[in-house]
């Protein structure tokens, strides 16, 4: 469940030093500049060629077009378009996925060098030319769909947490069913332009080439309004769902958090993996490094947990989710839990600051595995701020991080802040908010 949660946690697993020698011994040799160019319309095409990559490649088009695009009348909107997109593209020359976040939405497909031209004219006819045919299988397939309780926990701690804000929205959207191809139509014409897309490409990619096919496909698409949005402002509050029926409470804390790939956004970072991630299920997990997870497994406080750091363009999340069975320890897990919290800020060591460096290095240069990992962050990083760090800068970046930089984002981000607090399932025992607002900060002496 953790790892699934987290791309930037690093889990302790047997052998796993052998597990990242080698990708951190050839990183060095495949590391290559990210090239953009911003077309006269608006559109920016973002590349890493790869030598190495044995013919393959990952295209894709990332959008600045997530869920927090969509209003209250036509929440869903931004979801439903990127399902009915794959269903009705016609695609054939590799594997197309899509996905829809709080933030963007993105189709990408993995294909190969000398089939590019193919793969950018589909992208090309799918973001400009988009049919609604299965539009009705697709309501349906949303309205049944069964999120899973991590998931539900998460989309309520946004809804909370942003409340009255685009952001708070859930991805799914809450007028599914009576969303027409008309406001769909509508959503695309306003959000699906030029200067809100970002054409990615990663492997065996020659960036001119890629340019030009940007030019031919993509060159007669519409730049929209460059109107700024306003920040979505952080509520303090909570939602508690209790079900005693259920067997297993899901718990989640969170602060505001620092915008992605910002300064604070990587000291966030290290403070996360400090935190840590930990599940029982895990062969190791009575021996891993933090401090939190000794305490959880010791006293079998929870069946699992992780730190986690969410960022989005002009704000973030940062917190920690727990599952646990124990229902009656809730209260204890929240004491131990805000205990290590307001350490971070006071008495955080150097050496669990260089630990955690060197974790968190490790795991983001494991994160980058493949072309469509590479082309996602490369999208990412170029649609929320206009460049991209790749492996070797953004590690040379986590270096550069001291322990006066850790404490510091700590008492900025954490110490005696608002946070959100949801709870689903068994939790009678989950401490009273207002208590838990009073932990975020004990006496200094």
Same mark, same amino acid.
């Given at each position: 469940m953790a790892s699934r949660l987290l791309s930037n946690t690093l889990q302790s697993h047997a052998g796993l030093t052998k597990q990242f020698v080698r990708p951190l011994a050839t990183a060095a040799k495949q590391v290559a500049a990210t090239r953009t160019t911003v077309l006269s319309n608006g559109l920016t095409i973002a590349t890493e060629e790869n030598s190495t990559a044995n013919g393959a490649a990952t295209v894709g088009v990332w959008i600045n077009a997530g869920s927090r695009a969509d209003s209250v009348q036509n929440s869903g909107a931004a979801n439903l378009i990127g399902r009915v997109a794959v269903q009705n593209n016609k695609y054939a020359g590799g594997e197309l996925s899509a996905r829809t976040t709080h933030d963007q939405t993105y189709y990408a497909a993995k294909t190969i060098g000398s089939n590019v031209s193919n793969t950018v004219e589909s992208l090309a006819e799918l973001v400009q030319d988009l049919k609604y045919d299965?539009?009705?299988?697709?309501?349906? #397939?949303?309205?049944? !769909? &069964?999120?899973?309780? !991590?998931?539900?926990?998460?989309?309520?701690?946004? #809804?909370?947490?942003?409340?009255?804000?685009?952001?708070?929205?859930?991805?799914?959207?809450?007028?599914? !069913?009576?969303?027409?191809? &008309?406001?769909?139509?509508?959503?695309?014409?306003n959000n699906y332009t030029a200067n809100r897309i970002v054409l990615v490409g990663a492997g065996d990619i020659d960036h001119d080439s890629l340019v030009k096919l940007a030019e031919k496909n993509f060159g007669g698409l519409a730049s929209g309004s460059s109107s700024a949005v306003a920040q979505p402002s952080f509520t303090g509050s909570e939602i508690r769902i209790r079900d005693d029926l259920a067997k297993v409470a899901h718990i989640a804390f969170a602060?505001?958090?620092?915008?992605?790939?910002?300064?604070?956004?990587?000291?966030?970072?290290? /403070? &996360?993996?400090?935190?840590? #991630?930990?599940?029982?299920?895990?062969?190791?997990?009575?021996?891993?490094?933090?401090?939190?997870?000794?305490?959880?497994?010791?006293?079998?406080?929870?069946d699992s947990f992780a730190a986690f750091t969410k960022g989005y363009k002009d704000t973030g999340l940062w917190g920690f989710y727990a599952a646990s069975?124990?229902?009656?320890? /809730?209260?204890?897990?929240?004491?131990?839990?805000?205990?290590?919290?307001?350490?971070?800020?006071?008495?955080?060591?150097?050496?669990?600051? !260089?630990?955690?460096?060197?974790?968190?290095?490790?795991?983001?240069?494991?994160?980058?595995?493949?072309?469509?990992?590479?082309?996602?962050?490369?999208?990412? &990083?170029?649609?929320?701020t206009g460049k991209r760090l790749n492996g070797e800068e953004l590690a040379q970046a986590i270096d550069k991080i001291t322990v006066s930089d850790v404490r510091s984002a700590a008492g900025k981000y954490i110490w005696d802040q608002e946070l959100a607090v949801v709870g689903a399932g068994p939790i009678e025992c989950l401490t009273d908010y207002t208590r838990v607002r009073g932990n975020m900060a004990y006496n200094r002496f």
């Open positions: 299965s539009l009705e299988s697709q309501r349906a #397939a949303v309205l049944n !769909e &069964q999120q899973s309780m !991590e998931d539900v926990t998460f989309e309520h701690l946004h #809804a909370t947490a942003f409340q009255g804000t685009p952001l708070g929205l859930p991805v799914a959207g809450l007028n599914v !069913e009576n969303l027409t191809s &008309q406001d769909l139509a509508d959503f695309v014409k602060v505001e958090g620092a915008p992605f790939m910002s300064a604070d956004y990587l000291n966030l970072l290290v /403070l &996360q993996t400090i935190v840590g #991630a930990w599940d029982s299920s895990l062969g190791g997990a009575a021996n891993l490094s933090s401090r939190l997870s000794t305490v959880v497994n010791n006293n079998h406080l929870a069975q124990n229902r009656d320890q /809730l209260d204890d897990l929240v004491h131990f839990l805000q205990k290590e919290w307001n350490r971070l800020s006071t008495t955080v060591t150097s050496s669990e600051v !260089e630990r955690a460096k060197i974790q968190l290095k490790a795991s983001l240069s494991l994160s980058l595995d493949s072309t469509s990992a590479v082309a996602k962050d490369i999208g990412n &990083q170029v649609l929320a």
